[in-house]
């Protein structure tokens, strides 16, 4: 029984469907993921490129290698200069951006530093390119190339710039998917959720890895800086003194989100599928 409702799957199933209920709750209700109340997300998909291409029952030290990378993306947590300063004060705290010199290395300015502005339009125009590509591929569906350039130079996610409130490039970049997109393709393209969600997948994959290139080129121009320096191993495990940098960006709005489970609640009583459930409660919540 849950909630005094019988419940007519089999008992591991049901938890485990509770847990990834309770999970994806708490995923979706970080602090971090604050800006995203108030965006169309197809979380569907953002969860679909994390999985990778994985059978049920075969694990690689690979796939879970390049899951963990993703997963750093998404919340934001590769080894930036400013990311490093919270283990590693008293060796980065006055260090800046590693290519321009500048600017404080975020996890934004890895993509939006000048050096790479070139690279980043190119790897924009040849995502959606691969997209348009994809689509024209599959002889059931008939695109309008003009139409759909429009749409895409006309909405933020396709611009390359940091936002608290609008969905734009980098998000991309961490693995979300924009709804609108979505929407457009399914809409005016007429796709199936197979197809549509497969291209959605491989557009994410290429930005993926593509932007990787990116940041691999800087993280050679970091080790090479940290081999001048003599900072190796050893030191970087040393206990830091200062606590400074423990404190930076720790002032994020509190959030109380007063749903647990429900979404596992509203598929026993109406089949309702729980992703779509929570997002609908987040929309309550946001406005």
């Known amino acids: 029984m849950c909630n005094n409702v019988n419940i007519e799957t089999q008992l591991r199933r049901f938890i ?15 602090n971090r993921n604050v800006k995203y109340d108030k965006l169309s997300i ?19 030290f690979w796939t879970s290698k390049k899951r963990r990378k993703k997963i750093q993306r998404i919340i934001e ?21 590693v290519r321009c010199g500048r600017k404080r290395e975020t996890f934004h300015h890895v993509w939006l530093c000048n050096s790479e502005n070139k690279k980043m339009k190119k790897i924009i125009k040849d995502a959606f390119d691969l997209m348009v590509n994809e689509i024209k591929s599959i002889d ?7 139409n759909f350039y429009d749409y895409v130079w006309n909405e933020t996610f396709s611009k390359l710039f940091y936002s608290k409130t609008q969905f734009t490039f980098i998000d991309i ?29 491989l557009f994410l ?9 990116i ?14 320096l003599r900072i190796n191993r050893k030191r970087k495990f040393m206990r830091n003194k200062s606590i400074n940098g423990r404190l930076e960006d720790r002032r994020l709005p509190i959030r109380n ?12 009583y109406f089949n309702q599928k729980t992703l779509d459930f929570i997002i609908h409660v987040i929309l309550i919540i946001s406005y």
């Not at 947590?77 to 951006?97: A, H, L, V």
């Not at 997109?181 to 005016?188: A, G, H, I, P, S």
């Open 215 to 228: 940041w691999y080129e800087r993280c050679n121009r970091q080790i090479e800086k940290e081999k001048k």
């Open 205 to 213: 994959d290429f930005i993926y890895d593509e932007t990787k290139l």
């Open 77 to 97: 947590e590769i080894p930036t200069i400013e990311q490093c300063k919270k283990s590693n004060f008293d060796i980065y705290k006055n260090w800046k951006c």
């Open 42 to 60: 197809d979380w569907a998909v953002t969860f679909e490129y994390l999985k990778e291409k994985e059978k049920a029952l075969t694990t690689s």
């Open 140 to 146: 059931k569906y008939t695109l309008d190339e003009g």
């Open 16 to 30: 485990r469907h509770y847990t990834e209920t309770i999970n994806l709750e708490k995923f979706i209700f970080l």
């Open 257 to 268: 989100p007063k749903i647990k489970a429900e979404g596992l609640l509203r598929g026993i």
């Open 173 to 201: 970049i961490k693995g979300i998917f924009p709804l609108g997109l979505t929407e457009y393709l399914t809409l005016k393209v007429k796709m199936n959720l197979k197809d549509r969600n497969t291209i959605s997948v």
